[in-house]
């Protein structure tokens, strides 16, 4: 990084237009047909500066435009030197990689913009028929960009003009950092690099690597916050009661879309099955989980199929489901910053949200740092303990059953040499046939 490093912080500012920060009429047009009136806090402080070939690390509230901050001015660059392999995405994971990859298409719809995605669990023989037609853009996850680096013939990115890292905390970790060794040492060091995240640590040693010159530092956020709108409540409960307080909250707020974050892949599966149980449209989604499988629970809880999706932290960073009412932390994360990321899944683009943290004995460390993290307080879910434990009952023989059909049914996936999820109905729930093949129509990308 450079000796001198410019900041900018957000201040209120009078609402603008796309127009305003120099966004062409081409590109302006097509925000207006997404429904984005006017630009958000990040956009109008990054795009100008983006706009005049400056380097950026940009830190915004997770839900508040961080992908049109980069992707507008990539394409306005783009529109004015039309090239292939123009511009590389990276993201951490890869339904953020797709849905990124989506913003792009739309935004650029009016003007032929080629997408390639490249994330893992998905055949390379397509991915490099993509890459093949000389796409515009080339959103991916580290590990597969350098596969497809390393192996495809014809396909390099020596000609790259815009590096993106989003979700940047997240890439600059010891998980990716070999892989994002390897991209940066085969792609042009005269580039723009735009760095963005919700959460950003001082890692400069890593940034230096990364070859920003001259970055103007954004911060239309404090370091570590969540959005106004959304209301936050914990509630301490005891371990052996945590079940039963997530189907109370759940049964008093039933018309909302809810995301419950867990802290294991078995635990989503579990979970999904008792509340299934109990009659609640659950779903799960997990890294252990095949990609047609995790895209098939994304479209089922996109398309209203389903309204609880019970999740990692696969599902915790940049999703964008306008519909998320609210968001339960069944499990409190070990690392506060991920409490950022998963509670930013409601109250997006400024609707309301809840976020409810449900948190036992075990866990009130980890709960005491997110509240230091926040800078807050947070106030108590309102449950009376005798009316939740009038669930126990039902709840407790829910799980049971579950537990007991999860065994079955994991014994039959290893005597059959099958992926062991321990859930065997989840193809026939998930709309996917014998082979794991998705068998429901794919939603047209906007």
């Given at each position: ?6 900041e ?7 609402e603008?237009s796309?127009k ?5 009429e081409?590109?302006?047009?097509a ?5 984005w ?8 402080e990054?795009?100008p ?11 915004a509230?997770?839900?508040s ?5 980069f ?8 529109l004015?030197?039309?090239q ?14 797709i ?6 298409e739309?935004l ?7 997408c390639a ?7 390379t023989?397509q991915?490099s028929?993509?890459l093949?037609?000389?796409p515009h853009i ?6 597969r960009?350098?596969d ?6 014809g396909?390099s ?7 993106v ?5 997240r ?15 085969v ?10 995240s919700?959460?950003m ?7 230096q690597?990364?070859?920003?010159k ?10 570590y ?9 914990y ?8 079940d ?14 809810s ?6 892949c ?34 089922k809880?996109?398309a209203?199929e389903c ?5 990692t ?5 940049g ?12 499990d ?10 998963r509670?930013?899944?409601?109250a997006?683009?400024?609707?309301s ?9 075990y866990?009130l460390?980890w709960y005491?740092q ?7 307080k ?12 009038l669930?126990l ?6 799980k049971r059953?579950?537990?007991?059909k ?16 321990g859930e ?9 046939n ?9 939603s047209?990308?906007?």
């Amino acid at each position: 990084m450079a000796e001198e490093e410019i900041e900018v912080m957000a201040e209120e500012v009078i609402e603008k237009s796309f127009k305003d920060l120099g966004v062409n009429e081409q590109i302006a047009e097509a925000c207006d047909n997404l429904g984005w009136k006017n630009p958000s806090k990040i956009q109008v402080e990054a795009i100008p500066v983006a706009l005049t070939g400056k380097d950026i690390i940009g830190l915004a509230q997770t839900g508040s435009g961080k992908t049109g901050a980069f992707a507008i001015p990539i394409l306005q660059s783009l529109l004015e030197a039309p090239q292939a392999f123009f511009a590389c995405v990276l993201s951490p994971t890869r339904e953020l990689a797709i849905q990124i990859a989506e913003q792009f298409e739309a935004l650029g719809s009016g003007i032929g913009v080629k997408c390639a995605v490249l994330v893992g669990g998905v055949d390379t023989v397509q991915q490099s028929i993509a890459l093949g037609k000389r796409p515009h853009i080339v959103v991916a996850t580290p590990g597969r960009l350098v596969d497809h680096l390393s192996n495809t013939k014809g396909f390099s990115l020596r000609t790259l003009k815009y590096l993106v890292l989003d979700e940047a905390d997240r890439l600059l970790n010891e998980d990716f950092e070999k892989s994002l060794d390897e991209i940066l040492n085969v792609i042009p060091r005269e580039r723009r690099t735009f760095l963005f995240s919700a959460t950003m640590t001082k890692k400069v040693k890593k940034l230096q690597r990364a070859c920003l010159k001259n970055p103007v530092k954004i911060e239309a956020a404090s370091k570590y916050s969540t959005v106004d709108t959304l209301k936050q409540q914990y509630r301490f409960v005891p371990a052996k009661h945590k079940d039963c307080y997530l189907v109370y909250i759940l049964t008093e707020m039933s018309g909302s879309t809810s995301m419950v974050f867990t802290r294991t892949c078995d635990a989503t599966t579990l979970l999904a099955h008792i509340l299934r149980n109990l009659g609640f449209r659950a779903i799960p989604i997990n890294g252990h989980m095949t990609q047609a499988k995790r895209l098939g629970a994304l479209n089922k809880f996109k398309a209203g199929e389903c309204n609880v999706l019970i999740c990692t932290d696969v599902a915790s960073r940049g999703l964008d489901i306008p519909s998320v009412d609210m968001v339960i932390n069944y499990d409190i994360p070990t690392n506060s910053k991920d409490y950022i990321h998963r509670v930013g899944r409601t109250a997006r683009a400024g609707r309301s949200g809840v976020a409810i943290s449900i948190v036992n004995q075990y866990e009130l460390e980890w709960y005491i740092q997110i509240e230091k993290l926040i800078g807050k307080k947070l106030p108590e879910y309102p449950a009376q303990e005798d009316e939740v434990l009038l669930l126990l009952e039902r709840v407790s023989e829910a799980k049971r059953i579950s537990q007991m059909k999860m065994k079955e049914s994991g014994g039959k996936k290893r005597r059959k040499g099958g992926d062991d999820d321990g859930e065997e109905d989840i193809n026939k729930y998930l709309g996917l046939n014998k082979n794991g093949k998705s068998s429901f129509k794919k939603s047209k990308r906007r």
